[in-house]
């Protein structure tokens, strides 16, 4: 990688001039929390400039930039959200960096581990805020289960478990950008939301997956169109001497988006399903309860995230909007978030997703670092 620009984008702004690179569903949803942080969306991009165009006057943006190329080095623009095909991140990625802008990048944040740590290092030596949406640490129910780790109420970690299982590509006829490697990567459905899983878990935890075994299955597509797995099961051990198994699977017929895992700790186990996002299981050997998203009783860490009352539902774009909230105070430096995942982290993802591919191959045990 070359050498840096010695441009930088203005962090002292009250209002980040934030672009975002694709319009697809995810880049709808990283504009609407930049929207919700009162931050004003300057422009966006698109695959083509008339797809650009089009874009920005349906979501009421001034600017359709020609190419995400030009948007990620605009004068114009303090922060950038790049939304594009997985094989886009890493040279938009690094083009941002080196024009002093800030980088919110969609996972995975390359498709090959060398690139991604390079580009984490690259992060490092620019000093831009660098991020990665893994937002399903931003539920408040995510956040009381971390809390009940680190404080100690659920014990020791012996045990992981759970999966992530959606349906959209679960007939041969079903397909997507995604499915195909150039565009999306050697991996699919484990880069694409195991890496959420394991993410989350680790977070919440606090540890590592060190070891893992794997098998994986890829369902046979309409025209004989070569794919990338469907589905995953992995076997792992931790750093701390925990063992765990998850399943992540996007050919699961009425399963549209659940994320669940649970910890099982020496004291109590806790359970959290991101489709039913209000409650957190706590169970013990003597009484089993439902814990309520109230603010007024959880964690501080929790309690920052929740913020309607009780009783009042929050979901998948209250995380995003948290996320955005998050890094737009780091860029600001006013000390008023919490911390977000990094471009370190997502490293780590891309990493652990080599290892699983690796292991699906030849069936054998692989060490992650």
């Not at 504009?31 to 349906?58: M, N």
């Not at 956040?143 to 349906?167: K, S």
């Not at 590509?169 to 995604?178: A, E, H, I, M, V």
């Not at 929050?314 to 977000?340: I, K, N, P, Q």
């Amino acid at each position: 990688m070359g050498g840096m620009s010695t441009a930088v984008s203005s962090s002292s702004l009250s209002s980040l001039r934030t672009a975002i690179a694709g319009v697809g569903m995810i880049g709808r949803v990283h504009l609407d929390a930049v929207r919700r942080t009162g931050a004003p969306v300057v422009g966006v991009s698109a695959s083509t400039p008339a797809r650009a165009k089009e874009a920005a006057a349906a979501l009421g943006v001034e600017r359709a930039f020609g190419s995400s190329e030009e948007l990620v080095t605009s004068d114009d623009v303090d922060v950038v959200h790049i939304c594009t095909p997985n094989d886009a991140h890493a040279g938009l990625a690094e083009l941002a960096l080196r024009a002093g802008k800030h980088v919110v990048c969609e996972k995975p944040l390359t498709t090959g581990s060398a690139t991604a740590d390079a580009l984490a290092a690259l992060a490092a030596e620019s000093g831009r805020v660098a991020a990665v949406p893994f937002v399903y640490r931003y539920h408040p129910m995510a956040a009381e289960a971390r809390a009940r780790v680190l404080d100690g109420r659920a014990g020791d970690v012996r045990l992981l478990h759970g999966h992530y299982l959606q349906d959209w590509l679960s007939q041969p006829g079903d397909t997507n950008w995604r499915v195909d490697a150039a565009a999306g990567g050697p991996s699919r459905a484990f880069a694409d939301i195991g890496s959420h899983w394991c993410d989350l878990v680790e977070w919440v935890t606090g540890h590592r997956i060190i070891e893992l075994t794997a098998v994986s299955q890829t369902l046979a597509r309409a025209g004989g169109v070569p794919a990338t797995e469907d589905a995953v099961q992995l076997l792992f051990r931790t750093d701390r001497g925990a063992t765990g198994t998850v399943t992540v699977s996007q050919i699961s017929p009425g399963r549209k988006n659940r994320l669940w895992f649970e910890v099982d700790g020496s004291t109590t186990s806790l359970a959290f399903d991101q489709e039913n996002p209000e409650t957190l299981f706590v169970g013990s050997r003597g009484e089993n309860a439902a814990v309520q998203r109230d603010p007024a009783v959880l964690s501080p860490a929790a309690a920052r995230l929740s913020v309607v009352p009780g009783g009042h539902p929050m979901g998948y774009l209250d995380c995003f909007a948290a996320f955005v909230r998050d890094v737009h105070a780091a860029v600001r430096e006013d000390g008023t978030g919490g911390a977000f995942p990094t471009f370190d982290d997502a490293a780590r993802m891309v990493r652990l997703t080599e290892a699983v591919l690796a292991s699906a191959a030849d069936r054998s045990w692989k060490e992650v670092s």
